[in-house]
């Protein structure tokens, strides 16, 4: 039985290397991230079970590293690509150094756009793939005031990008074979963002996260949001309130609250 080729960034921990573990039994791996010890120890024991792994040391916030994993797709055998990198840098703007709004942003919001350009010829070539990326919950958070949500103008700019990145590429791929998703998980027990949702309650771990990625590709789902039981709902009032914005703003003239330029 022949076995798909997978590349996951951000594999060396945490959800990327939940995603190798669940993946390695059917799949072959390129694991993807910036600390090569962390990736060989788990590319020794995804072997252990079968998988054929390649180590890809490359550190996405950076043109060159982008390069290294974008010249990689461009071979065009992987089928299933998995842009798991990320970088919390919670902090209010104003506070945020210059050249770190676009190694953030880089990371965050360029990098995954970036894969999925590099993937996607082998995979319309191939009529077959699928292309995931992990965003965040924060991504819906823009117009949340609530003080415990940290500071996250440039985090949550960035995933919510990808959202509608993936949202909208899914409809541009339709017919074509090739699959995309975006999962928005809320917080998870990993090391990101310095392990400060290790000992937190509601933190979901990330063996579960990538689980429930997985099983909502093989229920058809674009957006995954691990821990939410009534998705479908959801989802509607998010779509019907794009609409009403789509719809309604789509106007000749300004509403009326704005009043008529007076032409003289």
Do not use: W
């Not at 990689?72 to 299933?80: H, K, N």
């Not at 509601?202 to 039981?229: I, K, S, W």
């Amino acid at each position: 039985m022949s076995r798909t080729l997978a590349l996951i960034t951000g594999a060396s921990s945490g959800i990327g290397a939940a995603y190798a573990r669940l993946l390695a039994d059917d799949h072959d791996l390129v694991l993807v991230a910036r600390r090569v010890d962390r990736l060989s120890g788990l590319a020794d024991q995804l072997r252990a079970v079968g998988a054929a792994v390649e180590v890809l040391p490359a550190d996405l916030g950076t043109p060159e590293g982008l390069a290294v994993v974008t010249d990689r797709l461009a071979a065009g055998d992987v089928r299933l690509l998995i842009s798991n990198a990320g970088a919390g840098g919670y902090a209010r703007l104003a506070d945020v150094a210059p050249e770190e709004v676009t190694r953030l942003l880089a990371l965050n919001a360029v990098a995954p756009v970036q894969l999925a350009r590099a993937a996607l010829p082998g995979m319309l070539a191939a009529g077959n793939g699928t292309i995931v990326t992990v965003a965040s919950l924060l991504a819906f958070s823009a117009g949340q005031a609530n003080p415990h949500i940290p500071s996250r103008t440039l985090y949550a700019a960035a995933k919510a990008a990808t959202v509608a990145f993936t949202r909208t590429l899914a409809h541009e791929l339709t017919g074509t074979g090739v699959r995309v998703q975006v999962v928005c998980p809320g917080l998870v027990a990993t090391e990101f963002n310095g392990g400060a949702a290790r000992n937190v309650p509601v933190a979901m771990a990330p063996e579960d996260v990538a689980q429930a990625g997985l099983a909502g590709l093989r229920q058809g789902e674009t957006v995954c949001v691990p821990g939410l039981e009534d998705r479908t709902a959801a989802l509607e009032a998010l779509l019907s309130a794009e609409t009403a914005l789509m719809a309604g703003g789509n106007r000749p003239t300004p509403a009326a609250r704005y009043g008529r330029a007076q032409v003289h």
